[in-house]
């Protein structure tokens, strides 16, 4: 709850009560305390799912390549590791396939690094 939201409410419970009288008092407030926590654990709920995705609330989680990213460009650079490993075998011989190789595990460095100074800049944060 918005806190206008939130005095605007207290204010139309502080007004219940007069004109009820205060038979009615636990009951309202009752009511309010059940109105604030609801917005509270809505807001609370709000927050962990974007801590959960890595960003602060009210700001979109940074694309920073989570598990599934780094998986599949593992898996794309092994799958084409196969092809380049038999052009260079089959072109320069062994090193042929040691170049292939040099730069499959080379692209793998840098892709991995990148994650690892985007998380170490978000625990920064």
Known sequence: ??????KKELDATLDARRELGPD???????????????QVRRRLAEE??????GGPAGRPAPLDGGFGERFGFAV????????????????????GLLVAWA??????FIHAR???????RDKAE
């Open 114 to 120: 990148k994650h690892l100074r985007l998380r170490l």
């Open 103 to 108: 730069g499959v595990l080379g692209v793998n």
């Open 1 to 6: 709850m918005e806190s206008q939201e939130l």
């Open 24 to 38: 009615y008092e636990a009951a309202l407030v009752d009511s309010f305390v059940e109105k604030v926590d609801t």
């Open 76 to 95: 794309v650079t092994l799958v084409l590791a196969i092809p380049l490993s038999a052009i260079g075998a089959a072109q320069a011989g062994l090193s």
């Open 48 to 53: 962990r799912l974007a801590a959960a995705r």
